[in-house]
């Protein structure tokens, strides 16, 4: 999977894969540790915003906001 550049978003997807392509049934454990260790592949959970949070507007203001708060900060 990871030379098809695909993307991973669990070990469930990764034992589902293993089943269905390889006929291979292995433990979510298993390949988690394996992921985790021997691939130094980690998993974070994606919070999910809103479509707003990313607008040209909101971007703006956050940048003002860390420019007058580095600035207080001094």
Known sequence: ?????TFIDSA???QKVLLE????EKKQ????????DDLDMRFRKVLPVS????????????QQ???KYIELLF
């Open 51 to 62: 479509i707003h949070a990313n607008s040209w507007k909101n971007l703006v203001l956050r």
């Open 1 to 5: 999977m990871t030379q098809q550049d």
């Open 65 to 67: 906001f860390a420019l």
């Open 12 to 14: 469930a997807a990764v």
């Open 29 to 36: 454990s298993l390949i988690r540790s394996v992921m985790r």
């Open 21 to 24: 392509e390889h006929q291979m």
